[in-house]
Nanobody, 123 residues
Framework: QVHLVESGGGLVQSGGSLSLSCAAS????????MAWFRQSPGKEREFVAA????????YYAPSAKCRFTISRDNDKNMVFLKMNELKPEDTAVYYC????????????????WGQGTQVTVSS
């Protein structure tokens, strides 16, 4: 049974920062690629950032690059997303996802998903 729980969402003003966390109850979590996706009302779920099991290789959507940082702590089975310089267009439900093996930018590749955490950026 794989279970992902996101936390850390909330309301923040434009230009502010938020840190999201994802707690993973996965055996051998270090072998899983992890990612963050987001979805706004009326839009498809979109890739934000991904990290390979080693933690040394990361991928970012152009909208997230230079503002967001994905990281992981395999000892604690946690994945994090530090978001800086937030913009109103970053408003969305943010989802943590996991796949056995590598990390990709395609939602369909991920087998396991959390319930999501709402991030709202006010202008």
């Amino acid at each position: 049974q794989v279970h992902l729980v996101e936390s850390g969402g909330g309301l923040v003003q434009s230009g502010g920062s938020l840190s999201l966390s994802c707690a993973a109850s996965i055996r051998r979590a270090g072998s899983y690629g992890m990612a963050w996706f987001r979805q706004s009302p009326g839009k498809e779920r979109e890739f934000v950032a991904a990290i390979r099991w080693s933690g040394f290789t990361t991928y970012y959507a152009p909208s997230a690059k230079c503002r967001f940082t994905i990281s992981r702590d395999n000892d604690k089975n946690m994945v994090f997303l530090k978001m800086n310089e937030l913009k109103p267009e970053d408003t969305a439900v943010y989802y943590c996802a996991a796949q056995d093996g590598g990390a990709t930018m395609t939602a369909a590749d991920y087998e396991y998903w959390g319930q999501g955490t709402q991030v709202t950026v006010s202008s």
